[in-house]
C-alpha cells in the first residue's frame, strides 16, 4: 500500500473534513433555494431542508460521540453506519412530509426526496461493505445541481474526485468504495431529481 506524506495526509484531512456530506448538503440546499422563481420562499425551504438533512444529523452525531457510541464524526465503522443511517431517514422523512403538506416548491421538494433514495440505496450496501457516504452525497448534489440550476455546475465534478482521493489516502475507503459511491449518488439522488421535477 503506498504511504503519504505528512502534507498530504494534512491535505486529506482537510478535504475530508471541509467537504464532509452536511457542507455538502447546506451548499446544495442553499444554491437550490436561491435559483427558484421566488429566492425568498426557496431559501426558506432550503433551510428548512438543511436542519432537517444536517443539523439533526449532526447534533445526533455528536450526541453519539460524546455517549461513546462511535468514536469520529464520519462514523467510521460500517456496523454502526448500520444504526445511523435509519435516524438520518427519519428526520429527511419528516422534512419530506411537512414540505408536502406545506407545499413547498417542487425542486426543493425533489431535493429531499432524493436525499432520501439516496440513503435508502446506501443503507443495504452498508450491511456488508463500506460505500463512501461523501462521494454518494457529493456526486448526487452536483448532479442534482446539474439539472437543477445550470449545465455549468458539471465543472465542478473534479471537487467529487478531490473528496474521493481524500477517503482512500485517509484510508478510510478503497478505491472501488468510493467509485461506487459516486456511481450510486449521481444515479440515485440525479435519477430521482430529474423523475420529481
Same mark, same amino acid.
Given at each position: 500500500?503506498? $504511504?503519504?506524506?505528512?502534507?498530504?495526509?494534512?491535505?486529506?484531512?482537510? =478535504? $475530508?473534513?471541509? !467537504?464532509? /456530506?452536511?457542507?455538502?448538503?447546506?451548499?446544495?440546499? !442553499?444554491? @437550490?433555494?436561491?435559483a427558484?422563481?421566488d429566492? #425568498? =420562499?426557496?431559501?426558506?425551504?432550503?433551510?428548512?431542508?438543511?436542519?432537517?438533512?444536517a443539523?439533526?444529523?449532526m447534533? %445526533?452525531?455528536? %450526541?453519539?460521540?460524546?455517549?461513546?457510541?462511535?468514536?469520529d464524526?464520519?462514523?467510521?465503522?460500517?456496523?454502526?453506519? #448500520?444504526?445511523?443511517?435509519?435516524?438520518?431517514?427519519?428526520? *429527511?422523512?419528516?422534512?419530506?412530509?411537512?414540505? *408536502? @403538506?406545506?407545499?413547498? /416548491?417542487?425542486?426543493? $421538494?425533489?431535493?429531499?426526496?432524493?436525499?432520501?433514495?439516496?440513503?435508502? &440505496?446506501?443503507? /443495504? =450496501?452498508?450491511?456488508?461493505?463500506?460505500?463512501? +457516504?461523501?462521494?454518494? +452525497?457529493?456526486?448526487g448534489?452536483?448532479?442534482? !445541481?446539474?439539472?437543477? =440550476?445550470?449545465?455549468?455546475?458539471?465543472?465542478?465534478?473534479?471537487l +467529487?474526485?478531490?473528496?474521493?482521493?481524500?477517503?482512500?489516502?485517509?484510508?478510510?475507503?478503497? @478505491?472501488?468504495? *468510493?467509485?461506487?459511491?459516486?456511481?450510486?449518488g449521481? #444515479?440515485?439522488?440525479?435519477? +430521482?431529481f &430529474?423523475?420529481?421535477?
Open positions: 500500500m503506498t $504511504t503519504i506524506t505528512a502534507a498530504e495526509n494534512r491535505t486529506a484531512r482537510a =478535504v $475530508t473534513d471541509g !467537504l464532509e /456530506p452536511k457542507n455538502v448538503i447546506l451548499a446544495l440546499c !442553499l444554491v @437550490l433555494g436561491a427558484q422563481d429566492m #425568498l =420562499v426557496g431559501l426558506a425551504w432550503a433551510i428548512h431542508a438543511i436542519v432537517f438533512a443539523v439533526i444529523p447534533a %445526533y452525531i455528536k %450526541y453519539g460521540i460524546r455517549s461513546g457510541r462511535w468514536n464524526r464520519h462514523v467510521g465503522q460500517r456496523e454502526r453506519r #448500520l444504526r445511523l443511517i435509519p435516524v438520518i431517514m427519519a428526520s *429527511v422523512g419528516i422534512a419530506i412530509a411537512t414540505m *408536502v @403538506l406545506l407545499e413547498a /416548491p417542487a425542486q426543493m $421538494t425533489a431535493l429531499v426526496v432524493a436525499m432520501l433514495a439516496t440513503l435508502a &440505496a446506501i443503507l /443495504p =450496501v452498508t450491511a456488508f461493505w463500506k460505500i463512501s +457516504v461523501h462521494t454518494s +452525497v457529493s456526486a448534489a452536483l448532479a442534482m !445541481l446539474v439539472i437543477g =440550476v445550470n449545465v455549468w455546475w458539471a465543472a465542478a465534478c473534479p +467529487v474526485g478531490l473528496i474521493g482521493w481524500s477517503r482512500v489516502a485517509l484510508r478510510d475507503h478503497t @478505491l472501488g468504495q *468510493v467509485v461506487a459511491g459516486t456511481v450510486l449521481s #444515479l440515485v439522488a440525479g435519477g +430521482v &430529474a423523475w420529481l421535477t
